[in-house]
């Protein structure tokens, strides 16, 4: 199609500045589209398929929690081995990852301390197991009693204890490795984030 050379932009002229507008060539190539029906609209058909599943959800989160608490015990009757140790991160990663979709948006924060608690800690074995229990029986508490009205007050009280906690243990094992510590007792951004 030819473009018709003759459409100027619009100038819009302030005390201090001007406001040049193109012309909006592609307009003319543009149609308007019938109004979807609802049932048709892909936003709606997945927040309506959220909305089933979403009794599902604590279910999901429980065979998780079910899924650490089985890590811990196999961590504390066989120690941190490679297995066990990753067996024990990933469950933690996976809760954190999935606490907000499933509706247990306070357990992210002890689920990623317990990461945290895992990954920096140079020598796995070293790790206290009271520690790991510690982590563990929140997010197990903070699932269970996810229903109660103050449950994100009480989760973010133990989330800044375990935080703390874990920031001096983490602190005492990597005393001599100043990059390691820079990088994992940097302080958080935001206000009322934890862990």
């Known amino acids: 199609m030819a473009q018709d050379r003759n459409e100027k932009p619009s100038v819009a ?10 012309p909006n060539r592609l307009r003319r190539f543009a149609s308007t589209a019938p109004a979807a029906d609802a049932a048709d609209d892909p936003v709606t058909r ?5 909305a089933r599943l979403f009794g599902e959800f604590a279910s999901w989160m429980a065979a998780e ?6 890590a811990r015990r196999d961590a504390r009757a066989r120690g941190f081995s490679r297995f066990t140790r990753d067996a024990l991160f990933n ?4 809760i954190k990852g999935e606490a907000a979709t499933f509706g247990f948006p306070a357990v992210a924060a002890p689920a990623k301390s317990l990461c945290r608690l895992i990954e920096y800690t140079p020598d796995p074995a070293r ?20 229903a109660r009205v103050d ?8 989330t800044r204890r375990l935080r703390e906690v874990t920031d001096e ?15 994992i007792l940097t302080p958080l951004l935001a206000p009322g984030q934890h862990a």
């Open 65 to 70: 929690c079910d899924r650490l608490d089985a």
């Open 91 to 94: 469950a933690a990663h996976d």
């Open 151 to 158: 449950v994100a007050e009480v989760a973010d009280a133990l």
């Open 127 to 146: 790790i206290p197991m009271s520690l790991v229990d510690q982590h563990v029986d929140a997010i197990r508490a903070i699932i269970r009693e996810g």
């Open 46 to 50: 997945a927040e309506a398929a959220l």
């Open 169 to 183: 243990f983490l602190r005492h094992e990597n005393r001599n490795r100043p990059d390691v510590l820079g990088e």
């Open 13 to 22: 002229t302030y005390a201090d500045h001007e406001v040049i507008t193109p």
